[in-house]
Antibody
Framework: EVQLVESGGGFVQPGRSLRLSCAAS????????MHWVRQVPGKGLEWVSS????????GYADSVKGRFTISRDNAKNALYLQVNSLRVEDTALYYC?????????????????WGQGTLVTVSS | QSVVTQPPSASGAPGQRVTISCSGS????????VNWYQQLPGTAPKVLIY???ERPSGVPDRFSGSKSGTSASLAISGLQSEDEADYYC???????????FGGGTKMAVL
């Protein structure tokens, strides 16, 4: 069974940093791209970042570019999101999700499954 | 404001057929495939439709997807109370180099 388990969220002040992690199991991790998607409580889904199977191709939403860094460790079956210079508007539940292919935007691709999410709350 | 737009709400009586639209442009829906996700209250999203009209195993055939030009639709036939959820469309945007989600549609079963 494919499982994705996020961790690393918490309550932080504006300007601080966090490192989110996603532990993957039940599939060949280095065959697939991975994504981070976030959701402000009670609001819609927002794509945050994607990384290809080998970490070479990476993409970010404009809202996080320059502040967030996605990475992966295929030896550990782990995905990471380093979130710096946090803002109040970054408060959200952050989901890790598996791509259906090895690249960040393959034609016909989709995201599934999703983890349960890790909550990041940014407040002074 | 998302570049891909959905109605914020939809509703229907049990047994009815309802559709949710997803409208975009030539740089996103017009040139890429559309996926649909269902998010039940308090849970993570689950893929309902991928590649415009394909259903993963386990998804009832009451759910169907279609795409024409720069718009896509999700249809739910034989609406059931357990279909009360939020529904999102998502596609890749070639100009933004980003995945773009619709704003979501809250489905109510009357």
């Amino acid at each position: 069974e494919v499982q994705l388990v996020e961790s690393g969220g918490g309550f932080v002040q504006p300007g601080r940093s966090l490192r989110l992690s996603c532990a993957a199991s039940g599939f060949t991790f280095d065959d697939y791209a991975m994504h981070w998607v976030r959701q402000v409580p009670g609001k819609g889904l927002e794509w945050v970042s994607s990384i290809s199977w080998n970490g070479v191709a990476i993409g970010y939403a404009d809202s996080v570019k320059g502040r967030f860094t996605i990475s992966r460790d295929n030896a550990k079956n782990a995905l990471y999101l380093q979130v710096n210079s946090l803002r109040v508007e970054d408060t959200a539940l952050y989901y890790c999700t598996k791509a259906s292919c090895s690249s960040i935007n393959c034609y016909g691709g989709w995201f599934d499954p999703w983890g349960q999410g890790t909550l990041v709350t940014v407040s002074s | 404001q998302s570049v891909v737009t959905q109605p914020p709400s939809a509703s229907g009586a049990p047994g009815q057929r309802v559709t949710i639209s997803c409208s975009g442009s030539s740089s996103n829906i017009g040139s890429n495939t559309v996926n649909w996700y269902q998010q039940l209250p308090g849970t993570a999203p689950k893929v309902l439709i991928y590649n415009n009209n394909e259903r993963p195993s386990g998804v009832p055939d009451r759910f169907s997807g279609s795409k024409s030009g720069t718009s896509a639709s999700l249809a739910i036939s034989g609406l059931q109370s357990e279909d009360e959820a939020d529904y999102y469309c998502v596609t890749w945007d070639d100009s933004l180099h980003a995945w773009v989600f619709g704003g979501g549609t809250k489905m109510a079963v009357l």
